[in-house]
């Protein structure tokens, strides 16, 4: 059996069908939500809205035909492709669905000319953390404090060149 994580783009990037496994070997893909009726309502009359939603791509993780999770990228810019979003469901973690959607969107933006992916991981998720560097990103700076919501953001980098 094939496993394929299927991306399905931004307005402008082409996403294609990609291959993939997870640590259990199932299928896993990737499907992007709809723009919300009010995101394209107010994109008509705002152009700084409008290029968010264009720059932008939420999507469903689906695993065994199932929503386990959420990803978010958004395009920074010709060169840099942000991270926004990557969550898996508390259930089904540990199972290598995390590290499959972001090993393909490392390789979609490497294959799409990308020179750098950027993201920020939380201080309260050292798993998150672990699945990021084990790809290859590499801390920048802490972006906010420990005391926040968040434990505390560090902002990441991999730079696709190499």
Do not use: C
């Amino acid at each position: 059996m094939t496993n394929e994580l299927y991306h399905h783009g931004v307005k402008g990037m082409k996403w294609g069908v990609r291959k993939t496994r997870t640590k259990t070997g199932r299928n896993i893909s990737v499907r992007q939500q709809k723009t919300p009726l009010l995101a394209k309502g107010l994109s008509r009359v705002s152009p700084k809205i409008r290029d968010t939603v264009n720059r932008s791509m939420n999507a469903d993780i689906v695993y065994n035909n199932k929503k386990v999770g959420d990803l978010q990228i958004y395009r920074t810019s010709k060169d840099e492709l942000n991270g926004v979003w990557l969550g898996v469901n508390e259930k089904q973690r540990g199972q290598g669905i995390a590290d499959a959607v972001l090993k393909e969107t490392i390789n979609y933006a490497k294959e799409n000319g990308y020179k750098y992916m950027t993201l920020e991981v939380p201080g309260n998720s050292p798993d998150a953390r672990h699945i990021y560097e084990k790809n290859g990103f590499i801390a920048v700076k802490q972006i906010s404090s420990s005391d926040d919501v968040w434990g505390g953001l560090t902002s990441m980098r991999k730079d696709l060149r190499t």
